[in-house]
């Protein structure tokens, strides 16, 4: 049987488009219309806090699908942070924040709840973070950690997943229906 999934990248929070890093947990503010323009599934998964905003009837929390755990950058302004680190986080995939994970870290917990998905249903939806969006990407791919710096997913696109013996990218980045 083929698998589709169908992963809608959230939109950029506010703070992000300040240069500030988002507080730990913070629920993205979707758009009105937002959910009644959702491709239809049998199976929607959000990242924990998001079910509470969309309700937990409609969909089913993975921490897995948490944006990439910035430890004590979490809420800091890009300005105040030394720029070794940010030359270390945008170039070494195994670098991490002071408490947090890295590009490879996050990649890995993408890849592994990817990979468990059960063959069943045929039409799932993951609705998160960009960065994770790329993470599932790649590890459908088979790319590892240095990859997350060269692939653009833009907030509010598309990515479609496809399994038949194994996952493979069918649709990267695409204008959201």
Request: proline fraction near 11%; charged fraction near 20%.
């Amino acid at each position: 049987m083929n698998q589709t999934l169908t992963c809608i990248a959230l939109p950029a929070p506010d703070e992000l488009r300040r240069g500030v890093i988002p507080a730990r947990d913070a629920a993205p503010i979707l758009p009105a219309g937002f959910m009644a323009r959702l491709p239809s599934a049998d199976r929607l998964f959000v990242p924990p806090p998001l079910n509470k905003t969309i309700g937990t009837d409609a969909c089913e929390a993975v921490p897995a699908l948490q944006a990439a755990d910035m430890g004590a950058w979490h809420g800091l302004s890009l300005k105040v942070l030394p720029p070794a680190d940010l030359t270390r986080w945008v170039g070494d995939a195994g670098f991490a924040p002071p408490g947090g994970e890295s590009r490879d870290s996050l990649l890995r917990r993408a890849g592994t709840w990817l990979a468990a998905l059960p063959a069943m249903p045929a039409r799932m939806l993951v609705l998160a973070d960009a960065t994770v969006i790329r993470a599932l990407a790649i590890a459908a791919l088979g790319g590892d950690g240095a990859m997350m710096a060269r692939l653009d997913i833009a907030p509010l696109t598309r990515t479609v997943l496809t399994r038949h013996a194994t996952w493979r990218l069918a649709t990267s980045g695409a204008p959201r229906p």
